[in-house]
């Protein structure tokens, strides 16, 4: 999942410790949601969203949009 | 933003990346734990083993097997609820992408083994290779999921 992530942390010169620190997560979980590896979780999500003061949507993209069931 | 002073250094470090260091003490620290109590299994096996059986097949005394198995039950059980907490979400799913991806292997080949055992094209399933090959799938698998 894209994400913009790098670029909000970029704008506030936290590394990528110091914003896990802040979300309760590890370096190495951030650079993975940054890096598209990881999708976080709803709850993380939301942690993330009001550590940036932004709504999940307009951190995240959602790309072209989930497969669902056919009809 | 506030910062930490290192000790003994000059570099400051954010409330986040104390935070963060924190936590990956308290999980050294905890696996260092686990790997003592592994050690020390170790250790009072190849005092206590047999000579002449071969390594993981001798007789040991009742009560050094039942230290063991209870010393790998508390250290595994309480090791797991303890490290379980001071994971992550990431951490999390890299451990169950591991133990899944070692459940399917284990169940799709013993079968296979098991019937080419009765068809007498090959030896008796074994218990240790089962579980060593459990585990080396567990920590391959682990290994992708988290540095892939």
Known sequence: MKNRLRVLRAERGWSQAELGGRLGVSRQAVNAIETGKHDPSLPLAFRLARLFGMAIEEIFEDGEGADGWRV | ?148
């Open chain 2, 1 to 148: 933003m506030a910062k930490a002073q290192m000790a003994g250094g000059s570099e400051e470090i954010g409330p986040g990346e104390l935070l963060e260091r924190r936590q990956r003490g308290r999980q050294a620290l905890i696996l260092s734990l686990l790997m003592l109590a592994g050690g020390v299994t170790g250790l009072v096996l190849s005092l206590t083993e047999a000579d002449g059986a071969g390594a993981l097949q001798g007789a040991i005394p009742a009560g050094v097997a039942i230290g063991l198995a209870a010393l790998w039950l508390v250290s595994v059980i309480g090791g797991s609820i303890w490290y379980k907490r001071h994971i992550d979400e990431l951490e999390l799913a890299a451990q169950l992408w591991g133990i899944a991806c070692a459940g399917a292997v284990v169940l799709i080949l013993y079968p296979a083994w098991y019937l080419l055992w009765r068809g007498a094209l090959a030896p008796e399933p074994n218990g240790h290779v089962m579980f060593g090959t459990l585990y080396i799938v567990m920590i391959i698998a682990y290994l992708w999921k988290k540095f892939r």
